[in-house]
């Protein structure tokens, strides 16, 4: 018996080195096929085919972020919403009591946010 968890050992430490060393070595092979000459014209930042006329560093206002990241925790409470809106019957009252919960803790969220004001988009 023990043969045969050896042999599960060596199948994962032969993947483990495998995916180690495959993206080392295509990065390798592709650093010496490709073509090196950088010219000040490719450094330039591209725009569209624009020519720049402002530096590429520009600050942002950091409520675009907020608003972002409140845009992925609702498309993420979605994600999960979904699928166990849709095996519910099977799921039963424990999966009901825990998306209660979940619901509960993204309403607070929701209403912290509201009070930082996050979602007001005037002041930007």
């Keep these: 018996m023990s043969h045969i968890y050896v042999n599960s050992y060596v199948i994962v430490a ?10 080392i070595a295509v990065l390798f092979v592709g650093r010496l096929l490709r073509p090196d ?3 000040p014209a ?16 520009v ?3 950091i409520r675009y972020y907020q ?5 992925v925790v609702f498309d993420v409470e ?11 019957r099977k799921l039963g009252l424990f999966a009901l009591a825990e998306m209660v919960i979940f619901i509960g803790l993204l309403l607070v969220g929701l209403i912290y946010a509201w009070r930082k004001k996050v979602l007001q988009w005037n002041s930007i």
């Design 42 to 57: 490719k450094a330039v930042t591209y725009e569209s085919g624009n020519v720049p006329t402002v530096d590429s560093r």
């Design 67 to 71: 608003y972002a990241l409140m845009f």
């Design 78 to 88: 979605i994600a999960f919403l979904y699928p166990w809106a849709v095996a519910y």
């Design 14 to 23: 032969v993947f483990l080195v495998l995916g180690i060393l495959f993206p």
């Design 37 to 39: 000459n950088p010219t």
């Design 59 to 61: 600050r942002f206002n």
